[in-house]
């Protein structure tokens, strides 16, 4: 009889792994020289392209992995959390874009949010 670890799928059984089509309002920022980056949330793995193409990264930056706003970023020199710290002059560009979409999205998410709420103010 093969042990069975019950905590060897606690994760994915508890967040449901990649399968975020009932999530919205995410942004999956995956730097990609993060030695964690193999674990991150893409719509199209940019690590099998890169196999495919001898090395060369083939996806875009910018992944729409569902139409509920769950997005998903590829920072090419991007290491772990390098778009939340602060801004350097040093930066590489794909990290002040990747802090540009971030930061369009959650203005976005907030003017919706404060819709809504005034919208509800009104029926109340």
């Known amino acids: ?16 792994s990649s399968n975020v089509v ?3 309002n995410i942004i999956f920022s995956n730097g990609l020289l993060d030695p ?4 991150g ?8 392209s890169s196999k495919a193409n001898n090395g060369i990264l083939s996806v875009p930056m910018f992944q729409n992995i569902t139409d509920n706003d ?5 920072i090419e020199f991007g ?7 602060y801004s350097n002059k040093l930066d ?14 959650i203005r976005k998410w907030i003017s919706e949010w404060s819709k809504n ?3 509800q103010a009104i029926y109340q």
């Open 1 to 16: 009889k093969e042990n069975y670890d019950p905590f060897s799928t606690w994760l994915e059984t508890y967040y449901g």
């Open 22 to 24: 009932s999530h919205s």
């Open 36 to 39: 964690w980056a193999a674990g």
């Open 41 to 48: 949330v893409y719509k199209d793995d940019p690590f099998q």
């Open 70 to 74: 769950v997005i998903a970023l590829l």
């Open 79 to 85: 290491g772990h959390h390098t778009d939340l710290m």
């Open 92 to 105: 590489p560009e794909c990290v002040i874009k990747a802090r540009d979409i971030e930061k369009q999205y």
């Open 117 to 119: 709420l005034e919208a």
